[in-house]
């Protein structure tokens, strides 16, 4: 619900633009062409990158859930209210939150959700049934309440489409349920928000896919999302809406740390989803707008998911809330080139826990913690490959402009720049906060009831 709420003018002019932001799950930051893939095969977002800009240094959060809630919110996941006990990496999102899309509906905007949700419990059966997109700002939802661990099962609204969904089928239905979207509200300013399933695994692709990748499934997996990628891009022309639609690609996390052909790839960066390196959060972002962004640049400057909110917000002619801290940057210089320099810091969260902090290139990761009750010590370890489960006992500062996998700590040669981001750190410490301990700008677990029985999924189903 939107509680303090002005409008700024648009930066453009003639009509609002459109807005689609294509998430996908689990996507390593090389597994696209254009960030080089040697043998994923992507031409519609190599296209796509090469009509718009390519963000290099661009950031999610390390794990599904957080990553959603920071995209929509425009908050860091620590910082939000939640409608349970904050235990959870996944939160269930509460209803207090202000989300992109209700700030893009305040100013006339049709609002529409298509695929994996994961805010409203992480369970296909067990979710709070109060807290799903259409209660958190969204007209239209095709969705799966959480990841694809073993079964999908599909909503539309507040209504249950279908019980354990073939997977394999789940890529082009989202598509098709989107290009349905685009052609109902053609006529209106529109936000879509399309958040694939895979490549999280349990991967399953269509018949007409399997096999082609020479990356085995994974790849294919991601040749399938290019494809209908392809079709989303195709409808925009077709519709007359390529010139005034912004196209926004990126994923929620780095990859998962798995043997075999369902592995994923963040090289050259260091680490995979759930970790505090690189290759858990850094993740690939093209954003495509023929006319409002510049064709063919690419960045290096540190943006984050959380910067789409007031971005947006201000090229649509919305405001961000003004009773709350938004963490979120508005970008929309950069995107038009009119900004080439940017010094913010950006902060790694293992669930609760503050474990590093980026400003500019470098990059500075805490002492860890050996507290057996946390999640981010005791489970997560598991899904990053063994030679990156490493426990820090001092700071430790990387140039990640020089040293972009992280391997060589020049903590020592460069002692004011320690002072520096540890100030940083101490600061998100007190604001946002740190290992289970809110900031003081950080909103109230939430004062709904935890949980809420599901009566959408029937008992016997579950």
Not at 128 to 150: A, C, E, I, K, V
Request: glycine letters at 8%; charged letters at 25%; aromatic letters at 8%.
């Amino acid at each position: 619900m939107l509680t303090s709420y002005t409008r700024s003018s648009p930066i453009t002019d003639g009509p609002k633009p459109n807005f689609i932001i294509i998430l996908t799950d689990d996507q390593g930051y090389q597994d696209l062409g254009c960030y080089g893939s040697p043998d994923i095969k992507t031409p519609n977002l190599d296209k796509m990158a090469s009509e718009g800009m390519r963000f290099t240094s661009f950031y999610a959060q390390t794990v599904c859930g957080p990553s959603r809630a920071a995209l929509l919110t425009g908050c860091y996941p620590l910082r939000l209210a939640r409608n349970d006990t904050g235990e959870m990496p996944h939160p269930k999102l509460a209803l207090s939150e202000v989300t992109l899309a209700e700030v893009l509906r305040s100013v006339g905007y049709k609002t529409g959700m298509i695929g994996k949700w994961d805010l409203a419990g992480h369970s296909q059966d067990d979710f709070n049934p109060d807290l799903l997109p259409f209660d958190q700002g969204f007209d239209y939802s095709f969705f799966t309440p959480t990841s694809n661990d073993s079964k999908v099962n599909l909503l539309r609204n507040k209504e249950v489409v279908e019980l354990n969904a073939d997977m394999s089928t789940l890529t082009r239905r989202y598509t098709d349920e989107a290009i349905g979207f685009i052609e109902n509200n053609k006529q209106h300013a529109f936000f879509l928000y399309l958040a694939h399933s895979m490549p999280h695994v349990k991967l399953a692709v269509s018949e007409e896919f399997k096999g082609r990748s020479a990356a085995g499934l994974y790849g294919d997996v991601l040749e399938e999302i290019d494809y209908h990628v392809g079709r989303i891009l195709a409808k925009l022309k077709e519709s007359g809406l390529d010139d005034n639609t912004y196209v926004i690609f990126t994923s929620d996390n780095g990859p998962w740390w798995v043997k075999g052909d369902q592995a994923g790839h963040s090289g050259p960066l260091r680490g995979a989803k759930t970790s505090a390196w690189d290759g858990g959060s850094r993740v690939p972002c093209i954003i495509r707008a023929k006319g409002h962004v510049p064709a063919g640049r690419t960045t290096d400057l540190v943006i984050t998911t959380m910067d789409l909110l007031p971005t947006l917000a201000k090229i649509a002619g919305a405001e961000v809330p003004k009773d709350r801290v938004i963490d979120g940057l508005d970008i929309s210089g950069i995107l038009t080139g009119k900004v080439t320099e940017l010094n913010r810091p950006f902060y790694f969260y293992q669930h609760d826990q503050l474990r590093s902090v980026r400003r500019g290139k470098w990059k500075l990761h805490l002492p860890h913690r050996q507290d057996p009750k946390s999640i981010a010590f005791a489970k997560w370890p598991i899904h990053i490959a063994p030679e990156d489960r490493v426990v820090f006992t001092m700071p430790v500062l990387y140039n990640v402009e020089n040293d972009v996998g992280e391997t060589t700590d020049v903590a020592v040669q460069n002692p004011e720049i320690m002072k520096a981001l540890m100030r940083d750190l101490e600061w998100a410490t007190k604001d946002i906060g740190d290992g289970g301990k809110r900031g003081v700008n950080a909103r109230p677990l939430g004062t709904e009831p935890y949980h809420t029985p599901n009566k959408l999924i029937p008992e016997n189903h579950k």
